[in-house]
Structures are given as C-alpha cells and as structure tokens.
T-cell receptor
Framework: ETGVTQSPTHLIKTRGQQVTLRCSSQSGHNTVSWYQQALGQGPQFIFQYYREEENGRGNFPPRFSGLQFPNYSSELNVNALELDDSALYLC???????????FGPGTRLTVL | AQSVTQLDSQVPVFEEAPVELRCNYSSSVSVYLFWYVQYPNQGLQLLLKYLSGSTLVKGINGFEAEFNKSQTSFHLRKPSVHISDTAEYFCAVSSGNKLVFGAGTILRVKS
C-alpha cells in the first residue's frame, strides 16, 4: 500500500468528450505527478504539480490539464478525447525526504 | 534527454532459477535509478532505488540491483524466482522532476 488512491478505476468515454480523473496523495507529499501508460509501453510523464502550481510538463498537448488542491488531492482533465488517449493513467506522489515517487493503482480510460 | 533501455521485452525462467533483467540508461550527470514492478491490472510498486552510496542495492521480495556507472547499467537480479514474481518490471531514471521509464520487461516464471 502506497497511500495513493485514484478514482475511478475504470472509465469509458467517446471521442470528443471530456474526462476528469482524481488522485489522493499521501499526507505530507506536496508534489504529485501524472503519467500515461499506453498498452505495452512504459509510463510517459504528463505533468507535475508542486504546492498547487504546475512544475514541469511532458510532451502532451494543452487539452491535458491539471489541478492540485491543498488537501493533497489532484485532478487530471482531458478535453476533446481522442482514441489514442485510451490508456492507464497513473498518479504518483513524491516523498521529499526520500525523493521517491509512490504510485496509485491507476485509472483505465477507454475512448471509443 | 535521458533515456532508458530495457534490453529484453520478455524473460521466461523456471521457478527457483536465478534471473537478471537488464537496464541501461543514458545520462552524463548523477542519476537516481529505480526499479518498479507492475502486476496485471495494477499500478507500479517500488522494488528498489539507487540514490547514492553503495552500488549494490537490496529491495523487497529478494530482489537486488547493481549500479554500474562506467557501463551506465542498473541490472535487476534475483537468485531464485517464484511463480508470484511473474509481472512486468520497469527501470526508471530521474530526469529533473520526472521519471523516465524503459519499455518494461515481462518476467514469466514457469513451474
């Protein structure tokens, strides 16, 4: 158990829709990162939030956006869904004392 | 940009045999290195990490890895595998504030 939870576990959407995925980090971990893991691939970094501000972004378009809240929860929003957005979305919170990212169980998004 | 290469996409091995999963990284600066395991339909679980100090790192479930700076490698080993070790294993290197992952190695343990 990493103490990182994500909801929902599974989600099915259609092309063009919008989706919000949620993550609850470990208490005291004020950095959260989001990753996209397509089938058969390693996770790819989407972005990171530190103290409610974006703190780095990977090679993802602006329709991927996020929020971080003071209670250690965060959101990943994806607008105008495309078929290629189908993937497992992973949230990770960082322990500042150990510089280590701890992952949640992920949300499996299917876009039809 | 940093990158990670996992040289084997799949490694079949018999139960109780030793195993090595290979990982090479590209970096010209000091790195932090990680191995994560992913069981089917689950997230990533940290197996072990190298931040500094001893180059031989011991992790959970009997796994260990050796950091080799001259060969830019961080291979994962276990002297005797169990059926329950069947999973996908990811090597990752820290790059600023993010992790860069390899493509993964599926370890299949056969009885």
């Amino acid at each position: 158990e990493t103490g990182v939870t994500q909801s929902p576990t599974h989600l099915i959407k259609t092309r063009g829709q919008q989706v919000t995925l949620r993550c609850s980090s470990q208490s005291g971990h004020n950095t959260v990162s989001w990753y996209q893991q397509a089938l058969g691939q390693g996770p790819q970094f989407i972005f990171q939030y530190y103290r409610e501000e974006e703190n780095g972004r990977g090679n993802f378009p602006p329709r991927f956006s996020g929020l971080q809240f003071p209670n250690y929860s965060s959101e990943l929003n994806v607008n105008a869904l495309e078929l290629d957005d189908s993937a497992l979305y992973l949230c990770a919170s960082t322990s500042a004392s150990t510089d280590t990212q701890y992952f949640g169980p992920g949300t499996r998004l299917t876009v039809l | 940009a940093q990158s990670v290469t996992q040289l084997d996409s799949q490694v079949p091995v018999f139960e109780e045999a030793p195993v090595e999963l290979r990982c090479n990284y590209s970096s010209s600066v000091s790195v932090y290195l990680f191995w994560y395991v992913q069981y089917p339909n689950q997230g990533l679980q940290l197996l072990l990490k190298y931040l500094s100090g001893s180059t031989l790192v011991k992790g959970i479930n009997g796994f260990e890895a050796e950091f080799n700076k001259s060969q830019t490698s961080f291979h994962l080993r276990k002297p005797s595998v169990h059926i329950s070790d069947t999973a996908e294993y990811f090597c990752a290197v820290s790059s600023g504030n993010k992790l860069v992952f390899g493509a993964g190695t599926i370890l299949r343990v056969k009885s």
